[in-house]
């Protein structure tokens, strides 16, 4: 059965577009502090969807985050009140489990949002995953988010984690442009921004 | 095949918003993505209700949640009892209690798995952020199953109490 833009939502499949889900644009980090989307974030679509690829920091053990501006802002700092919670196994079958991270959400913060915790830098480590941006040009309501990662965890612990962030950027205006970057150093990878109408 | 819009449906002040055609065999999945779900009468649930010819089919479901206060009072991860169902034919809360403020919403996604097939269950699942009544973000995730081998051709989407404003579109995939 072939899904065709479906795929393309779900899985990320380069080059394909349709007038209900649309590949808006590709960014490809390559020892990069920092990946933007500054344009393209408006009315046209009611849904924003990042999927992250093969992100692989430069500094073991720090976060994968987010952060946005709304229209008109600089500084990626608007306030943001969020949950985050992970699962987690280690490679030796020693030790796992699932809990609530009380150290990655925000309590009407203006950091960057974690994404993923205590990411591995190893050669073979990396994150994939996916943010969903609800309506961020509407002038009325708060705009919620939520993500869902996998990722490689810190390399002196080989393990898969599957992190959950979700929350809401707790402004009424409209958002326009979003930043994705590692709490501290570069990283690789590639995101695509996807609109879905 | 691609993820076809099927129906937007936008409300205003409404007690349902009922998508009552066009979920057939055509497609295996319907997706139905809410934006800005805003009730009229505070702290109540978004929920849902399937129909096969009336609305009421029995379900069995698992219902969980993370929530953070803005004051940071508190935030915690579990299962939400209250929220899920054991062979009951009541509508299923897709979330906790959604605040009324003139900025609060709720925003999801539900995946509703080959409602047309008279062979199995109908499988579900839903994933939704909300602004609580008392300030807090909610991440609410519900799955389960409409136990009926009868096809499921109507959802119906409400809050457990009052009107609510928002846009509703159905997706369906393959």
């Not at chain 1, 699962?87 to 203006?110: C, F, I, K, P």
């Not at chain 1, 994150?127 to 961020?136: D, R, S």
């Not at chain 2, 009336?54 to 069995?60: A, D």
Request: charged share 15%; aromatic share 14%.
């Amino acid at each position: 059965m072939p899904l065709g833009a479906h795929k393309a939502a779900l899985f990320g499949v380069a080059g394909v577009s349709t007038d209900t889900v649309v590949l808006l644009s590709t960014q490809t980090a390559s020892d990069s502090a920092s990946l933007s989307f500054t344009s393209g974030i408006d009315s046209t679509y009611g849904e924003y969807i990042f999927k992250f690829y093969d992100v692989n920091p430069a500094t073991d053990n720090e976060e994968f985050t987010f952060q946005v501006n709304a229209d008109g802002q600089t500084g990626f700092n608007e306030t943001i009140t969020s949950t985050h919670f992970w699962a987690y196994q280690l490679e030796d079958d020693s030790t796992r489990g699932m809990n609530y991270n009380v150290g990655q959400d925000q309590a009407q913060g203006t950091a960057y949002q974690q994404l993923a915790y205590q990411v591995g830098a190893g050669s073979d480590e990396s994150l994939v995953g996916e943010l969903h941006l609800f309506n961020p040009s509407n002038t009325t309501y708060v705009k919620h988010f939520y993500s869902k990662v996998n990722c490689s965890y810190e390399t002196s612990y080989p393990a898969s984690t599957n992190q959950f962030a979700a929350g809401y950027i707790n402004t009424t205006s409209a958002i326009d442009e979003i930043s994705f970057k590692m709490s501290s150093g570069n990283f690789d990878g590639t995101i695509k921004m996807w609109g879905v109408k | 095949m691609a993820m076809d819009l099927i129906t937007t449906n936008t409300s205003s002040n409404a007690a349902s918003s009922d998508f009552t055609s066009s979920i057939d065999s055509t497609y295996k999945l319907y997706i139905f993505k809410f934006y800005d779900v805003n009730p009229a009468t505070d702290s109540t649930n978004f929920q849902m209700e399937g129909s096969t010819g009336s609305f009421g089919v029995t379900k069995t479901t698992t219902a969980f949640s993370a929530y953070h206060y803005e004051s940071d009072s508190g935030a915690s991860l579990g299962y939400e009892a209250g929220h899920d169902l054991a062979q009951s034919t009541s509508p299923q809360p897709l979330s906790g209690s959604v605040g009324n403020g003139a900025d609060e919403c709720a925003a999801g996604e539900l995946y509703l798995f080959n409602p047309s097939s008279t062979t199995y269950v109908k499988h579900f699942y839903s994933k939704l952020n909300l602004y609580g009544a008392d300030n807090h973000s909610g991440n609410w995730l519900i799955a389960g199953y409409f136990n009926t081998t009868s096809a499921v051709s109507a959802v119906r989407f409400s809050m457990s109490s009052g009107n609510f404003d928002g846009t509703i579109k159905m997706y369906g995939v393959g």
